[in-house]
């Protein structure tokens, strides 16, 4: 996941960052990366603490408020600390380090989304950028996590057969919360069972 993730920061930076005079070529790499580190800083803050309805409706395509990718909260958060460390990094102003992540981070995420949420598209998927997310915790990784599917959720996610409320409740369950739909002995099994055969 991480490779395909600086790929994609690699293919949406050519105008913000390698013909940008505000960056010496000799930073280009540099800077990729540093909005490399924020993307995934971001996305395992929201993943380990606990956000996984958040990130699963983020990486199934459901837009922030008013249907732009960058009025979503994880989002935000992720261009608000990259402009920040860019700042810091490169001496850029505010404006001219908002200007890059606004013009890098949106195709980013976009195709991010797009790969992620496309069954037929197998070079990232729900399974692999959560479990490269909650691996930093210690969790199980990908969907070893008491028989977790992410890509089953994310792809009826994405398709519209599962709603937030119900993402929700899985993540509730997972986590250990009581969501009062997955207690018992039926626990995440029998949550995701009910979910499905709605």
């Given at each position: ?134 691996g ?9 996590q ?15 057969k ?37």
């Amino acid at each position: 996941m991480l490779e395909q993730l600086m790929s994609l920061i690699q293919d949406n930076s050519q105008d913000a960052i390698v013909n940008n005079p505000a960056i010496p070529n000799q930073n280009n790499n540099a800077a990729m990366q540093t909005v490399f580190q924020s993307v995934v800083g971001g996305l395992q803050n929201e993943a380990q603490g606990g956000n996984l309805s958040g990130l699963m409706g983020l990486l199934s395509g459901q837009a922030g408020q008013g249907g732009s990718l960058m009025n979503n909260p994880i989002v935000a958060g992720i261009a608000q600390n990259a402009i920040g460390s860019l700042m810091e990094k490169f001496g850029l102003s505010n404006s001219a380090a908002g200007n890059i992540i606004a013009q890098v981070l949106p195709g980013v995420l976009s195709s991010m989304i797009s790969k992620t949420s496309n069954p037929n598209d197998n070079s990232m998927d729900f399974g692999g950028i959560m479990g490269s997310l909650l691996g930093g915790q210690g969790q199980a990784p990908q969907q070893q996590q008491g028989g977790f599917d992410f890509n089953q959720i994310g792809y009826a996610l994405a398709d519209g057969k599962l709603d937030m409320n119900d993402v929700m409740r899985i993540g509730g369950s997972l986590l250990g919360g009581n969501s009062g739909n997955a207690g018992g002995a039926g626990g995440l099994g029998g949550l995701l069972g009910g979910l499905f055969g709605k």
